[in-house]
C-alpha cells in the first residue's frame, strides 16, 4: 500500500509561480510511476503530467506543456510538479497518483491505470 500526500498548493497570482509536491509512505518512489492530474467542480480528472520510475522520460498535458514542469527526487522520496504562467485555468484541485512500473521507462497518462491517489492541494489563481 502506498500513501500519496500532495503539499504546496495554495494562492497565487495570475502569472505566478508555484511548487507541489507528492510524497509517499511508507513506500518510497523506487519502480513506481507517478503522475499529476486535476480535476474542477462537475469535470472529469484531467491529465497534467507524468514521469517515469527512472526520472527519464515525462509526458504533459496540452494546456500545461512548456509552462509546468515534473521532477523526481529519490532521495527526498519526492515528486514535484513546478507549475509557472498560472492562469485562472490552472485553479483547481490537483492530485498526484502512483503506479508500480515493470519498466522504468513506462509512464501512464489515464487515470484508470493509476493504483494510488492523493487526496488532493487546492490551487487558487486571483488577479
Known amino acids: 500500500q502506498v500513501r500519496l500526500v500532495e503539499s504546496g498548493g495554495g494562492l497565487v497570482k495570475i502569472g505566478g509561480s508555484l511548487r507541489l509536491s507528492c510524497t509517499a509512505s511508507p513506500h518510497t518512489f523506487s519502480k513506481i510511476a507517478v503522475g499529476w492530474f486535476r480535476q474542477a467542480p462537475g469535470k472529469e480528472r484531467a491529465f497534467i503530467a507524468a514521469?517515469?520510475?527512472?526520472?527519464?522520460?515525462?509526458s504533459y498535458g496540452v494546456s500545461v506543456k512548456g509552462r509546468f514542469a515534473i521532477s523526481r527526487d529519490a532521495a527526498k522520496n519526492t515528486v514535484y510538479l513546478q507549475m509557472d504562467e498560472l492562469n485562472f485555468d490552472d485553479a483547481t484541485v490537483y492530485y498526484c497518483?502512483?503506479?508500480?512500473?515493470?519498466?522504468?521507462?513506462?509512464?501512464?497518462?489515464?487515470?484508470?491505470?493509476?493504483?494510488?491517489w492523493g487526496q488532493g492541494t487546492q490551487v487558487t489563481v486571483a488577479t
Open positions: 514521469i517515469s520510475w527512472s526520472g527519464r522520460r515525462n
Open positions: 497518483a502512483a503506479k508500480e512500473a515493470e519498466n522504468s521507462a513506462d509512464f501512464y497518462v489515464r487515470t484508470r491505470t493509476y493504483n494510488y
